[in-house]
């Protein structure tokens, strides 16, 4: 594997680059703010901006320190055409054994059915098997989040299975449902 860490990618309509100090107010206020998309998170309580440092321990000098690591992959998801940050894509749990990665993403409600993370999904997916060398990418979703795995599939992960009972977010204990794409099939 060639990990690259946390570089630019592009699609016709976002730009997925590092995060930056100043986007905290932007993330916080498009996306984490929102019940509707928090709830689908584990991500600590964020009831303000300041909570994001403190209970979320994120946009801390220590979360923005894992970009010096090879193997982080943390972007901010921005319109390409305002760079207005709307949302946050990424790759978790690199395994160098298995050459696989996790990816998780959130993306503010106004946001929502406008195929934005799907463009940014595939675009991920490419950077992983063409850039990276992963042999395997998976995703999952609560199943009470049916859009998400709509989402997956328009990006090319197949379904895999429903785990009963196998995740917990901030909504509550939920059966997850698992997406996966080989490196095999994806050059097919």
Not at 31 to 42: D, L, P
Not at 75 to 96: N, Q, S
Not at 157 to 167: K, P, S
Request: net charge negative; with cysteine; proline share 1%.
């Amino acid at each position: 594997m060639n990990h690259k860490g946390t570089v630019t990618l592009e699609t016709d309509r976002l730009l997925l680059r590092r995060f930056q100090r100043e986007d905290l107010e932007q993330i916080y206020y498009n996306c984490w703010s929102e019940r509707e998309v928090w709830g689908w998170t584990n991500y600590a309580s964020m009831n303000c901006v300041e909570e994001v440092l403190t209970n979320a321990n994120m946009f801390t000098d220590n979360w923005f320190g894992a970009y010096e690591r090879g193997n982080r992959y943390s972007w901010a998801v921005c319109l390409k055409e305002t760079g207005e940050v709307i949302g946050r894509y990424f790759g978790m749990h690199p395994d160098e054994e298995l050459r696989q990665v996790e990816l998780a993403c959130e993306i503010g409600r106004k946001w929502w059915n406008q195929g934005l993370m799907t463009e940014a999904t595939r675009e991920v997916i490419r950077f992983f098997f063409e850039e990276v060398g992963m042999n395997r990418i998976y995703a999952w979703h609560a199943s009470g989040n049916p859009a998400s795995g709509r989402m997956q599939e328009k990006a090319g992960l197949l379904y895999e299975g429903t785990l009963r009972q196998a995740g917990k977010c901030n909504n509550g204990i939920f059966d997850k449902v698992v997406y996966a794409l080989l490196a095999e099939d994806y050059f097919a």
